[in-house]
């Protein structure tokens, strides 16, 4: 098993920056690919941004340019880096990990941008 810990979030103003983390700790073996998921009131959880063991990146189209993810394997923490945020961007934001196989994911940190 493979605990997430997410941290980070917080309210922030449009245009603002905020920066989160999440720490993965238990059975850890091979973690190939860790990502940032979020889901706001009323929509589908989506991607926002992965990153594989080996350090290849994907965002989804509204935040290229504008967050950054990255990773320490050393340490089994991803982070992501949010910047010129937005109204939209406001969501609890959820860390996911995949090892064997398996996904596993963090409880979520709530990002609230306000105007």
């Known amino acids: 098993q493979v605990q997430l810990v997410e941290s980070g979030g917080g309210l922030v103003q449009t245009g603002g920056s905020l920066r989160l983390s999440c720490a993965a700790s238990?059975?850890?073996?091979?973690?190939?690919?860790m990502g940032w998921y979020r889901q706001a009131p009323g929509n589908q959880r989506e991607l926002v941004a992965s990153?594989?063991?080996?350090?290849?990146?994907t965002y989804v189209d509204s935040v290229k340019g504008r967050f950054t993810i990255s990773r320490d394997n050393a340490k089994n923490t991803v982070h992501l880096q949010m910047n010129s945020l937005k109204l939209e961007d406001t969501a609890v934001y959820y860390c996911?990990?995949?090892?064997?196989?398996?996904?596993?994911w963090g409880k979520g940190t709530l990002v609230t941008v306000s105007s």
């Open positions: 238990g059975t850890i073996f091979f973690i190939n690919t």
């Open positions: 990153i594989t063991y080996f350090g290849t990146t």
């Open positions: 996911k990990a995949e090892q064997r196989a398996m996904n596993y």
